[in-house]
């Protein structure tokens, strides 16, 4: 007897036949949940441009969600309808209503404020979150940092597949690089006790596994920053080493600030706002920050100037100073 897959079944396969990452087909799952029981449990065969447009105008209006986040649960039914129903709703001009975009200025440390945090950071995340600041990373692309990725050659480190989707690679601060050399003795140290303890693989990216089944094994393609202990992957259930957990890093970053009494809102997007600004206050140009960063537009980088102009507010004197 032929079992039907049910519907959220087939999301998840068409979205890892995608190559999508995990954080996504999470996220996608979830809205979509969301959305058919927003509509009473309906399948969604049976909705279509009103259905959507309702749900997401509810977003907007009764939930209070943020551009970015409308937009993800937007996206993730234009992949339910497009890819998984053959339907293409890109096509029928979408009138929800959208939710307001504000623009925010970044928060940013001073330099002071980044080295009392570094300084309450403790065991290996003070060289991850070092290297966040020191080259401007996102959390994501400092966390799926290989062996391979760092070239000590060159003093180069490469970032693979970023949310911009475009490679690239920023300068490695010269200050890190003995340890980051000890830190890639430890990785190699643990991986020869996890290949003679039975496991010693490692996620990889896209069809690799495939088209090179013996490089999971092999120690360039470790993660730089691993999980003290293996763990069950959720995907394929094989027991495997991962990367630091993202969770792990936020309250470690969260427990530093608290530590070093810095009281703004500090978390691992910080220390790249922080990166930015700097490098612009130092004179640094702004298509060569852009460039650093991996912006796909300049208009993206230019926050910075803004960060830096509200700045230079701070040496008009108050009427009351004076």
């Given amino acids: 007897m032929v079992v039907k897959k049910k519907l959220l079944d087939i999301v998840r396969d068409k979205i890892r036949f995608k190559h999508y990452s995990y954080s996504t087909e999470k996220t996608y799952i979830g809205w979509i949940k969301q959305y058919i029981f927003f509509h009473d449990k309906k399948h969604p065969l049976e909705m279509g441009k009103i259905e959507i447009e309702k749900f997401l105008t509810y977003l907007a209006v009764e939930r209070n969600v943020s551009p970015t986040t409308q937009n993800q649960a937007f996206s993730a039914l234009l992949f339910l309808y497009k890819e998984v129903l053959g339907m293409d709703m890109s096509n029928e001009n979408i009138q929800a209503l959208r939710a307001q975009e504000r623009k925010h200025i970044p928060v940013v440390l001073t330099k002071e404020e980044v080295q009392n945090i570094l300084e309450n950071v403790t065991g290996v995340y003070q060289l991850l979150v070092s290297l966040m600041y020191g080259c401007g990373l996102r959390m994501n692309e400092a966390l799926n940092l290989r062996i ?175």
């Fill in 148 to 322: 391979k990725d760092i070239d000590f050659g060159f003093d180069k480190v490469y970032i693979w597949d970023s949310k911009s989707l475009k490679d690239r690679t920023v300068p490695l601060p010269l200050k890190l690089k003995q340890r980051l050399l000890a830190q890639v003795d430890y990785v190699e140290t643990i991986h020869k006790k996890d290949l003679k303890d039975g496991y010693g693989s490692v996620f990889l990216p896209f069809a690799l596994e495939k088209k090179n089944p013996q490089a999971k094994h092999e120690t360039k393609w470790q993660f730089l920053f691993p999980m003290n202990n293996v763990s069950k992957d959720p995907r394929s259930e094989t027991v495997r080493r991962h990367h630091i957990h993202p969770a792990t890093l936020g309250r470690n970053i969260k427990i530093a600030s608290q530590k070093a009494g810095i009281h703004k809102r500090v978390t691992s997007h910080i220390f790249r706002h922080s990166y930015a600004t700097h490098l612009l206050q130092a004179g640094i140009d702004l298509r060569s920050i852009q460039e650093l960063l991996g912006h796909k537009s300049v208009e993206t980088t230019m926050i910075y100037t803004h960060v830096v102009s509200e700045m230079n507010k701070s040496k008009v004197i108050s009427p009351l100073d004076l």
